[in-house]
């Protein structure tokens, strides 16, 4: 007994000396490993600050039903950041894009050489899979950014949006026009991503309803020059995108099938802003979106569907007093918290997501499922 807390002890003074936060053993990746069915298509849908607080409010604001018990496979992840128990989205989103803990505000770069690390989408788009990316913020904040971009700084707009033309992200829908069309250094990058051969598009010259992409071409749709507005200011393409981007995806992918991220990106905003309100609204609206991808999933049969979120936002909690439509809720922070945050999994490979592991885990799970061996670049 003695000499395992002594071995504790120098556990414990070598994690002191080290800056890093010592890393989870991903248990569960490889155990199961032959008996998976390979899924085609993944969805990775990440709520930016669900909690589980911030799901249990949703789920008894919408008599006591949410889409994500229709998930077989439960599991939680440590959501920390490489130099931070306190993640923020840059580094949280990172994780899942690259599979590795980044420094906070870092976009899917090496905090060890500070170079660029290759992003699950831009692996898909090497092996040929048709690529999406789908939020209620900006298509340059920090959730959609880490899958395309390569940042020190996630407030870097401008870098982002010019670096989507390094890419070949087949279809983009979110707020941020701005950052493509009234830069300092006067270039108009939806004009190149045209060039390059998108079909470009916004809100203002129509509605996404009524867009029909001309075939073979990629599309981007900016649903705002800056920030979306919020679902309770009118904001209401979350379920139409994700449904929209699935069907234009489906067409065009081939036996490898196709990756979309899906973000809910202002659950965080009702956090940070302390509006339980807010959260939940954000949170229904996420809900509706998750089964329109569940509807599809179910059906495919051949769909991966993964649901988490970054980290939770707000330190929310649900009081007594509390009813069934009526909470009484609280905050401890207009931050961000450390909580495990949960991943919900459906479809095949589903079953690679149960039990405890680090956020980075979910990356590697992704590309145990597709059964991929070396990270082509
Ligand atoms: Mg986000
Ligand atoms: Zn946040």
Not at 174 to 188: A, C, I, M, P
Not at 295 to 312: P, Q, R
Not at 360 to 370: D, G, N, S, V
Request: net charge neutral.
């Amino acid at each position: 007994m003695k000499k395992y807390f002594t071995f504790l002890l120098i556990l414990l003074l070598l994690g002191c000396a080290d800056k890093d936060i010592k890393q989870s053993k991903d248990k569960a990746q490889y155990s199961y490993a032959n008996k998976i069915k390979q899924p085609k298509n993944i969805i990775l849908m990440i709520g930016d600050g669900m909690g589980l607080t911030q799901i249990t409010a949703g789920m008894y604001m919408n008599d006591n039903y949410l889409e994500l018990e229709e998930f077989p496979i439960v599991g939680l992840h440590k959501s920390h950041a490489r130099n931070n128990l306190i993640t923020d989205s840059a580094a949280g989103a990172t994780a899942f894009a690259c599979g590795e803990k980044t420094n906070n505000a870092w976009i899917a770069q090496n905090p060890k050489n500070n170079t660029p690390m290759t992003t699950i989408l831009e692996e898909s788009e090497a092996r040929n899979m048709p690529t999406g990316l789908v939020t209620t913020s900006t298509i340059v904040h920090a959730t959609p950014a880490s899958f395309f971009g390569h940042v020190t700084h996630r407030k870097q707009y401008e870098k982002l949006a010019r670096q989507m033309l390094d890419n070949e992200v087949d279809l983009f829908i979110g707020g941020g026009q701005k950052y493509f069309e009234r830069r300092k250094d006067k270039r108009n990058i939806t004009k190149e991503l045209e060039e390059k051969g998108y079909y470009m598009s916004n809100h203002v010259k129509e509605d996404l309803e009524k867009v029909k992409v001309p075939s073979g071409k990629n599309f981007g749709f900016f649903t705002a020059d800056a920030d979306p507005l919020s679902k309770e200011q009118g904001r209401d393409y979350l379920p139409y995108a994700a449904e929209f981007s699935i069907n234009f995806l489906k067409k065009r992918a081939g036996k490898e099938g196709f990756f979309l991220m899906v973000e809910g990106a202002q659950i965080d905003w009702g956090g940070h802003a302390n509006k339980s309100d807010y959260i939940i609204t954000e949170m229904l609206d996420f809900n509706e979106t998750i089964k329109n991808v569940l509807d599809f999933a179910k059906k495919d049969g051949n769909t991966l569907v993964i649901v988490t979120a970054d980290h939770e936002t707000g330190g929310y909690a649900i009081n007594k007093e509390s009813k069934l439509g009526d909470l009484k809720t609280k905050f401890t922070t207009d931050y961000h918290t450390a909580t495990m945050i949960p991943v919900f999994a459906y479809g095949p490979g589903a079953e690679l997501f149960a039990g405890i592991y680090d956020n980075t885990a979910i990356y590697h799970k992704m590309r145990q499922a597709k059964g991929w061996g070396d990270v082509l670049k």
